[in-house]
């Protein structure tokens, strides 16, 4: 079993990090360098976003490609967020995002990986050599992105309906899966164009 574990400082709200974190294709927004790429897709979703809620992982990590169905196990509000794997080729792997306030404008966010490779004793060899390289810096490459994202311009993709998020999903796969950020600011320039042609 490996356990890899990253944390960062956010100068943001607890309440504006957990929202983000909440959606657990946000974060996959943010891994897609250095040879890892993820993807987060929510299958069932539950009160939402919490307990019960089921979603597809679909990883590339340096050209190895891997999917997992996961299930959200621990869902409390601004201090924890837990998944773990029901389906898939991993012997074991588990997730957890831990909040911390330490201040009204600072927020400590702790990034937990707990997993067993599948392929045996062959699979030990591989995680030592690769994969838990990749992964480790596909964390901090991570969380440095949602930092740089929620401290710089306030542009969070933060859903306020289900509706809302449902929609944006669709956009999202008429426009090839980019990331939610990017379809995000495809909507706002529409709007500003709009709004812009109703002034004139």
């Known amino acids: 079993m490996t356990l890899i574990q990253k ?3 956010i100068k943001a709200p607890i309440s504006t990090v957990f929202t983000y974190f909440a959606r657990p294709e946000h974060v996959s927004d943010q891994m897609s360098d250095k040879g890892v ?5 929510p299958m069932d979703i539950k009160a939402g976003m919490g307990v019960g809620t089921t979603f597809r992982v679909i990883a590339d990590f340096t050209g190895k490609r891997l ?5 959200t196990t621990e869902f409390d509000r601004e201090e924890k ?6 389906k898939g ?12 306030a330490l201040g009204d404008n600072l927020t400590r966010v702790t990034m937990t990986v707990d997993y067993g490779m599948p392929f045996g004793p062959l699979g030990g060899i591989i995680n030592k050599i690769k994969f838990a390289k990749s992964a480790e810096r596909g964390m901090e490459t991570a969380l440095y992105k949602v930092r740089g994202l929620l401290e710089g311009n306030g542009s969070i993709p933060v859903y306020i309906t ?3 998020y ?12 980019v990331p939610v950020s990017t379809v995000l600011t495809a909507i706002l320039e529409k709007y500003n164009q709009l709004e812009a042609k109703i002034q004139n």
Request: include cysteine; aromatic fraction near 8%; charged fraction near 30%.
């Open 162 to 164: 289900l509706d809302a």
């Open 37 to 41: 790429g993820m993807t987060v897709v």
């Open 89 to 100: 080729p991993f012997k074991k792997w588990q997730i957890t995002n831990a909040f911390k």
């Open 67 to 71: 999917e997992w169905d996961c299930e």
């Open 7 to 9: 944390s960062i400082d």
């Open 81 to 86: 967020i837990s998944a773990k794997m029901i």
């Open 166 to 177: 449902q929609k944006l999903l669709a956009e999202k796969k008429k426009m090839n899966n």
